[in-house]
């Protein structure tokens, strides 16, 4: 449907009945329509969309949990891209809803007039005009503020953040509230007449200008971490892998480039919307959500390693257990499951120290075991529980699996 051409109210006033018979647009020449089985691109539009909300999910909810049930630490990044999230899957739901029951993603002739027209197709072309400005420059301001926290201690970083975040924010301010006002249907406006209007058709001539913006922040905020990372005091293996982490926006910043590259193509050849509109919704719901997993990954990666410390830990503990067992050791080890306490009274205190073990605050090496103890009686009515436990320094400094390893420890009052 080309601009200037159809009139709305025309459309309008034809009985649907009639609407199921008209093509929706004239073929090239030597091509035949095919209304019984045509080519489309909805499988493909699909199925990479499930496959990447998918991957947003997983990796949006172990972020979730690890900031609000591990780490209890919620900052405003997480707020950014949860917001962020949420609009992708409004957009999401739009281009499936146009896909199944619209056009998009099929040659204009071989689909008729009805499936243009109809309330799929119109809130699609609605929805994921108003949607993906929001979604994406949350998204990427999610990704600022993490690399704000992350990088804080380098100036040169943060005064990075701070242009791109102001320059971003500005970009899609301004973008969102101009998509909003544009693209809604003006007042005595049906949805028909919103798509088919000026204002609608003139703010899709800044779909190219959009897209080269939305593009260089993707590649801005892939090439930051970079010098930050190897600058690093770690091994450059730990190098590689950090830079690993943050290389898995790297494909979002493709997607804006392959979906920029798509855009242009549709606008140089509008003859044939509905097919030229399903690869730009295609690679912007990838940009989306390959952004949301970004943003997520470094959290993921603090929960699995943090899950594998602990895991750790638990299997050196039941070896020592197993080997206190066999071979009969005199030192003294309570597991999490006896009932036998040691009791606190007068007296002087003693504890068992060797190459390997020491107490937490005297902790100096990769290591250390915490063995039972001859407690002294205080005057004090308590009981305390102790038991043999490994850690490595790595753990001790991970801020999820410290509480682990001093939850270790208890004290109860003794009653009576």
């Known amino acids: 449907m080309s601009s200037g051409i159809i009139d709305p109210k025309l459309i309008g006033s034809i009985p649907l009945a009639l609407l199921k018979t008209i093509p929706a647009g004239q073929p090239p020449p030597g091509i035949q329509p095919n209304f019984a089985d045509p080519l489309t691109r909805v499988p493909v539009i699909l199925g990479v969309g499930i496959a990447f909300i998918i991957l947003a999910v997983l990796c949006f909810s172990v972020r ?38 619209g056009a998009a993603g099929r040659h204009i002739w071989d689909v008729f007039l009805d499936k243009t027209v109809n309330n799929s197709s119109l809130y699609q072309s609605y929805i994921t005009t108003i949607m993906v400005t929001p979604a994406l420059g949350l998204i990427k301001s999610s990704l600022f503020i993490q690399y704000y926290f992350l990088f804080r201690p380098l100036r040169w970083i943060r005064i990075c953040v701070w242009i791109g975040a102001t320059v971003s924010a500005i970009f899609y301010i301004t973008v969102t509230i101009t998509a909003f006002v544009m693209n809604s249907p003006w007042p005595g406006e049906s949805f028909l007449d919103d798509i088919l209007s000026w204002h609608y058709l003139e703010f899709a001539q800044f779909s190219i200008p959009t897209g080269v913006i939305g593009m260089l922040v993707d590649w801005y905020l892939l090439i930051l971490p970079i010098p930050a990372v190897l600058t690093l005091n770690v091994s450059m293996a730990k190098k590689f892998g950090i830079l690993i982490i943050f290389m898995t926006g790297g494909l979002a910043a493709i997607a804006s480039t392959v979906s920029l590259y798509y855009r242009i193509q549709l606008q140089d050849n509008f003859s044939d919307p509905t097919w030229g509109i399903g690869y730009v919704l295609l690679w912007a719901q990838i940009e989306m959500f390959a952004g949301v997993a970004a943003s997520s990954m470094p959290t993921v990666n603090q929960f699995f390693t943090s899950q594998n410390s602990l895991i750790t830990s638990w299997r050196s503990s039941l070896k020592h257990s197993f080997t206190h067992l066999l071979t009969g050791s005199t030192r003294e080890k309570l597991p999490d499951h006896n009932s036998n306490f040691t009791d606190w009274g007068e007296g002087s205190t003693r504890i068992s120290k060797g190459s390997e073990g020491m107490r937490m605050k005297d902790l100096k090496s990769n290591g250390y075991e915490r063995n039972a103890v001859e407690a002294p009686r205080m005057g004090s009515s308590q009981i305390r529980l102790t038991q043999d436990i490994s850690v490595t320094q790595e753990q001790l400094d991970d801020t999820l699996f410290r509480p682990a390893a001093a939850g270790r420890h208890f004290d109860y009052p003794q009653p009576g």
């Open 64 to 101: 979730i949990y690890t900031k609000l049930v591990l780490a209890k630490n919620w900052k405003w990044d997480d707020l950014t891209c949860s917001l962020g999230f949420m609009c992708s899957i409004v957009y999401f739901v739009a281009v499936v809803m146009g896909c199944i029951n």
